[in-house]
């Protein structure tokens, strides 16, 4: 019986310390990636003859600023850290009962960033993705909206350069702008 026990002890050391060391490993090798800050942010449309443009040029107090009366934020979202192959989701959800039934609102949206071509050289920011949402607008309209968001390119702004905010999806009832800081 000692010697089960000792096997089994061994056993668990060792296990622990190959997953910690994969973990180590793991996190020393996203640290030396390039990493970068992602923005989105989605709005519900108010003005639905509003034609949304395709570039917003400010930092997210502009892009509300610009917004206002057009579209209603959702969500606004800014992750730090973001490297090749990252996955970004973003949910928020309201759960209700009405009428002895359940009704759920809210969104839940995946992006995943791709920076890195088929050779692993940095080509720029991508975002593709699939965002989801189910809400009821200021003036009492049900939104349900379910958006395939196709590969795009984020504008990437560095340091000392002016910010802007690119649409990235838009439909009928929601749009989505983003952009990335080196």
């Not at 997953?19 to 990493?35: D, H, I, K, P, T």
Request: glycine share 8%.
């Amino acid at each position: 019986m000692k010697n089960k026990k000792s096997t089994l002890l061994q056993s668990v050391i060792i296990t622990a310390a190959i997953v910690f060391g994969f973990s180590v490993s793991a996190l020393a090798e996203a640290n030396a990636e390039e990493q970068h800050f992602i923005n989105l942010a989605g709005f519900y449309k108010a003005d639905k003859a509003y034609a949304f443009p395709e570039e917003i040029k400010g930092d997210e107090a502009d892009l509300l600023t610009q917004l206002d009366g057009k579209g209603h934020y959702i969500f606004l979202s800014h992750e730090a850290g973001v490297t090749h192959d990252d996955v970004v989701n973003i949910q928020n959800n309201l759960l209700r009962q009405s009428s002895g039934e359940f009704e759920d609102y809210g969104i839940d949206c995946n992006f995943g960033v791709m920076m890195k071509d088929e050779s692993g050289k940095h080509n720029g920011i991508k975002v593709t993705g699939h965002c989801k949402a189910a809400l009821i607008t200021h003036s009492g309209e049900k939104v349900n909206s379910s958006a395939i968001i196709k590969p795009v390119e984020l504008p990437d702004i560095e340091a000392g350069q002016a910010e802007r905010w690119k649409l990235i999806y838009q439909d009928a009832s929601v749009v989505i702008y983003g952009n990335a800081e080196s």
